[in-house]
Protein backbone atom coordinates (compact mmCIF):
# COMPACT_ATOMS: atom_id res chain seq x y z
CA UNK A 1 0.00 0.00 0.00
CA UNK A 2 2.72 2.68 -1.00
CA UNK A 3 2.04 6.08 -1.86
CA UNK A 4 0.32 6.96 -4.92
CA UNK A 5 1.40 10.77 -4.06
CA UNK A 6 4.34 12.86 -3.07
CA UNK A 7 4.65 12.10 1.41
CA UNK A 8 4.29 14.86 3.53
CA UNK A 9 7.34 15.52 5.53
CA UNK A 10 8.49 13.89 8.19
CA UNK A 11 8.25 15.81 11.65
CA UNK A 12 9.84 14.43 14.41
CA UNK A 13 8.85 16.79 17.96
CA UNK A 14 6.78 14.51 19.50
CA UNK A 15 7.57 11.40 20.94
CA UNK A 16 7.29 9.26 17.59
CA UNK A 17 8.19 10.83 14.07
CA UNK A 18 5.23 10.78 11.64
CA UNK A 19 3.98 12.66 8.80
CA UNK A 20 0.75 13.98 8.74
CA UNK A 21 -1.59 13.65 5.49
CA UNK A 22 -4.64 16.42 6.48
CA UNK A 23 -8.22 15.58 5.54
CA UNK A 24 -9.06 16.57 2.10
CA UNK A 25 -12.71 17.99 3.40
CA UNK A 26 -13.61 19.37 6.64
CA UNK A 27 -11.32 17.86 8.76
CA UNK A 28 -13.06 16.23 11.84
CA UNK A 29 -11.52 12.68 12.55
CA UNK A 30 -8.22 11.37 12.31
CA UNK A 31 -6.68 8.15 11.72
CA UNK A 32 -3.24 7.02 13.30
CA UNK A 33 -1.68 3.97 11.47
CA UNK A 34 1.46 1.93 11.98
CA UNK A 35 3.64 -0.25 9.53
CA UNK A 36 5.22 -3.47 10.07
CA UNK A 37 8.38 -4.58 11.06
CA UNK A 38 11.29 -3.89 8.60
CA UNK A 39 9.12 -1.12 7.10
CA UNK A 40 8.49 2.62 7.37
CA UNK A 41 5.55 4.93 7.81
CA UNK A 42 5.00 5.21 4.24
CA UNK A 43 4.48 1.59 3.44
CA UNK A 44 0.61 2.56 4.40
CA UNK A 45 0.63 5.49 2.84
CA UNK A 46 -1.83 3.75 0.03
CA UNK A 47 -4.34 3.52 2.34
CA UNK A 48 -5.03 7.28 3.02
CA UNK A 49 -6.77 8.11 -0.39
CA UNK A 50 -9.55 5.06 0.66
CA UNK A 51 -10.22 7.22 3.76
CA UNK A 52 -13.34 9.67 4.08
CA UNK A 53 -12.56 13.37 3.49
CA UNK A 54 -12.90 14.71 6.78
CA UNK A 55 -10.15 12.32 8.34
CA UNK A 56 -6.88 13.03 8.57
CA UNK A 57 -4.09 10.53 8.71
CA UNK A 58 -0.83 10.16 10.59
CA UNK A 59 1.69 8.16 8.96
CA UNK A 60 3.99 7.27 11.95
CA UNK A 61 7.59 5.41 12.00
CA UNK A 62 8.61 3.06 14.73
CA UNK A 63 11.37 3.87 16.75
CA UNK A 64 14.02 1.23 16.37
CA UNK A 65 16.05 1.39 13.56
CA UNK A 66 17.12 -1.90 11.60
CA UNK A 67 18.57 -0.58 8.76
CA UNK A 68 18.28 2.19 5.91
CA UNK A 69 14.43 3.22 6.14
CA UNK A 70 13.50 -0.09 7.75
CA UNK A 71 11.73 0.86 11.62
CA UNK A 72 10.17 -1.78 13.81
CA UNK A 73 8.72 -1.19 17.57
CA UNK A 74 10.24 -4.46 18.67
CA UNK A 75 12.46 -6.86 17.82
CA UNK A 76 11.09 -10.43 17.18
CA UNK A 77 12.16 -13.79 15.87
CA UNK A 78 10.33 -16.13 14.28
CA UNK A 79 10.85 -19.69 15.61
CA UNK A 80 8.87 -22.73 14.96
CA UNK A 81 6.81 -22.63 18.25
CA UNK A 82 6.45 -19.15 17.38
CA UNK A 83 7.18 -15.40 17.25
CA UNK A 84 9.65 -14.73 20.31
CA UNK A 85 9.88 -10.60 21.24
CA UNK A 86 11.63 -7.97 22.89
CA UNK A 87 8.95 -7.39 25.52
CA UNK A 88 11.18 -4.64 27.03
CA UNK A 89 10.98 -2.76 23.90
CA UNK A 90 7.63 -4.06 23.07
CA UNK A 91 6.40 -1.86 26.61
CA UNK A 92 8.45 1.09 25.69
CA UNK A 93 7.47 1.31 22.57
CA UNK A 94 3.61 0.80 23.78
CA UNK A 95 4.55 3.74 25.98
CA UNK A 96 5.48 6.00 23.38
CA UNK A 97 2.74 5.23 21.19
CA UNK A 98 0.44 6.05 23.86
CA UNK A 99 2.02 9.41 24.60
CA UNK A 100 2.66 10.20 20.89
CA UNK A 101 -1.35 9.99 20.52
CA UNK A 102 -2.47 12.40 23.30
CA UNK A 103 0.37 14.89 21.95
CA UNK A 104 -1.02 15.24 18.47
CA UNK A 105 -4.60 15.37 19.86
CA UNK A 106 -3.54 18.06 21.55
CA UNK A 107 -1.73 19.53 18.15
CA UNK A 108 -4.58 18.84 15.91
CA UNK A 109 -7.48 19.48 17.76
CA UNK A 110 -9.12 15.92 17.32
CA UNK A 111 -10.66 13.72 20.61
CA UNK A 112 -9.75 10.83 21.50
CA UNK A 113 -13.73 9.71 20.35
CA UNK A 114 -12.81 10.70 16.92
CA UNK A 115 -9.81 8.79 16.58
CA UNK A 116 -8.98 5.38 15.73
CA UNK A 117 -5.67 3.77 15.65
CA UNK A 118 -4.71 0.96 13.40
CA UNK A 119 -1.80 -0.89 11.74
CA UNK A 120 -0.51 -3.64 9.63
CA UNK A 121 1.53 -6.62 11.16
CA UNK A 122 3.01 -5.30 14.11
CA UNK A 123 1.63 -2.19 13.75
CA UNK A 124 -1.65 -3.98 14.33
CA UNK A 125 -0.23 -5.21 17.52
CA UNK A 126 0.78 -2.05 18.90
CA UNK A 127 -2.39 -0.56 17.55
CA UNK A 128 -4.61 -3.15 20.01
CA UNK A 129 -2.10 -3.19 22.89
CA UNK A 130 -2.45 0.76 22.85
CA UNK A 131 -6.06 0.65 22.53
CA UNK A 132 -7.16 -2.11 24.98
CA UNK A 133 -4.68 -0.81 27.83
CA UNK A 134 -5.64 2.83 26.97
CA UNK A 135 -9.25 2.78 25.42
CA UNK A 136 -9.88 6.20 26.51
CA UNK A 137 -7.53 7.41 23.99
CA UNK A 138 -9.18 6.25 20.73
CA UNK A 139 -12.82 5.11 19.51
CA UNK A 140 -11.22 1.97 17.88
CA UNK A 141 -8.48 0.19 16.78
CA UNK A 142 -7.43 -1.74 13.28
CA UNK A 143 -5.98 -5.59 13.90
CA UNK A 144 -4.54 -6.23 10.37
CA UNK A 145 -2.49 -9.43 9.90
CA UNK A 146 -1.61 -9.37 13.45
CA UNK A 147 -2.22 -10.27 16.81
CA UNK A 148 -2.40 -9.17 20.69
CA UNK A 149 0.33 -9.38 22.61
CA UNK A 150 -0.37 -11.92 25.92
CA UNK A 151 2.56 -9.35 27.56
CA UNK A 152 0.30 -6.46 28.00
CA UNK A 153 -2.47 -8.70 29.73
CA UNK A 154 -1.25 -7.01 33.36
CA UNK A 155 -2.39 -3.55 31.55
CA UNK A 156 -5.62 -4.28 29.93
CA UNK A 157 -7.81 -1.24 31.14
CA UNK A 158 -11.41 -2.60 32.86
CA UNK A 159 -14.41 -3.93 31.46
CA UNK A 160 -16.21 -0.93 32.30
CA UNK A 161 -13.82 1.16 30.19
CA UNK A 162 -13.46 -1.30 27.11
CA UNK A 163 -17.28 -1.03 26.53
CA UNK A 164 -16.56 2.25 24.42
CA UNK A 165 -13.99 1.25 22.11
CA UNK A 166 -14.34 -0.94 19.10
CA UNK A 167 -12.27 -3.48 17.60
CA UNK A 168 -11.29 -4.71 13.36
CA UNK A 169 -9.56 -8.05 12.73
CA UNK A 170 -8.82 -8.39 9.36
CA UNK A 171 -6.68 -11.16 8.39
CA UNK A 172 -5.28 -13.74 5.01
CA UNK A 173 -6.51 -17.51 5.34
CA UNK A 174 -2.89 -18.51 4.10
CA UNK A 175 -0.57 -16.06 6.14
CA UNK A 176 2.46 -17.34 6.66
CA UNK A 177 3.92 -14.96 8.87
CA UNK A 178 1.26 -14.51 11.76
CA UNK A 179 -1.01 -17.68 10.57
CA UNK A 180 -4.60 -17.08 10.82
CA UNK A 181 -4.94 -18.64 14.38
CA UNK A 182 -3.74 -15.41 15.86
CA UNK A 183 -6.82 -14.03 14.26
CA UNK A 184 -8.94 -16.75 15.74
CA UNK A 185 -7.00 -15.80 19.33
CA UNK A 186 -7.41 -12.12 18.91
CA UNK A 187 -11.40 -12.79 18.28
CA UNK A 188 -11.82 -15.10 21.44
CA UNK A 189 -9.65 -12.65 23.14
CA UNK A 190 -11.71 -9.76 22.46
CA UNK A 191 -15.31 -11.52 23.00
CA UNK A 192 -14.03 -12.67 26.91
CA UNK A 193 -13.12 -8.74 27.33
CA UNK A 194 -16.89 -7.46 26.30
CA UNK A 195 -15.30 -5.50 23.60
CA UNK A 196 -16.94 -5.03 20.14
CA UNK A 197 -15.49 -6.04 17.09
CA UNK A 198 -15.70 -6.98 13.78
CA UNK A 199 -13.93 -9.56 11.93
CA UNK A 200 -13.04 -10.66 8.17
CA UNK A 201 -10.85 -13.13 6.42
CA UNK A 202 -9.80 -12.80 2.70
CA UNK A 203 -7.86 -15.34 0.61
CA UNK A 204 -4.47 -14.04 0.84
CA UNK A 205 -1.27 -14.09 3.05
CA UNK A 206 0.62 -11.80 4.88
CA UNK A 207 -0.63 -8.72 2.80
CA UNK A 208 -3.19 -6.10 2.73
CA UNK A 209 -5.29 -6.55 -0.34
CA UNK A 210 -7.63 -4.33 -1.85
CA UNK A 211 -10.89 -5.65 -0.30
CA UNK A 212 -9.29 -5.55 2.93
CA UNK A 213 -8.05 -1.79 2.50
CA UNK A 214 -11.59 -1.44 1.49
CA UNK A 215 -13.21 -3.15 3.91
CA UNK A 216 -10.82 -0.79 6.60
CA UNK A 217 -11.60 2.66 4.79
CA UNK A 218 -15.18 1.22 5.14
CA UNK A 219 -15.03 0.79 8.77
CA UNK A 220 -13.15 4.07 9.31
CA UNK A 221 -16.26 5.47 7.80
CA UNK A 222 -19.12 3.82 10.12
CA UNK A 223 -16.74 4.62 13.15
CA UNK A 224 -15.82 7.75 12.78
CA UNK A 225 -18.91 9.61 10.42
CA UNK A 226 -18.63 13.23 9.47
CA UNK A 227 -19.08 15.61 11.69
Known amino acids: MNAPFPLPPLVDDLSLAYRLCPARGRQSALAVLLHGVGANEGSLAGLVP ?37 ADQAEASRLRLAAFVGELQARTGIAPARTVVAGFSQGG ?26 EIGPHIAPAAALAGVEGLILHGDFDDRLPAA ?3 QSAALLESLGVRFTQKRYPAGHEITRDSAL ?10 PAA
Open 182 to 184: FAD
Open 125 to 150: IMSAGLALTRPQAVAGFGLMSGRILK
Open 50 to 86: LLPDHVATALVRSPFAMGPNAFSAFAVSFTASGPVID
Open 215 to 224: DFAAWVARLL
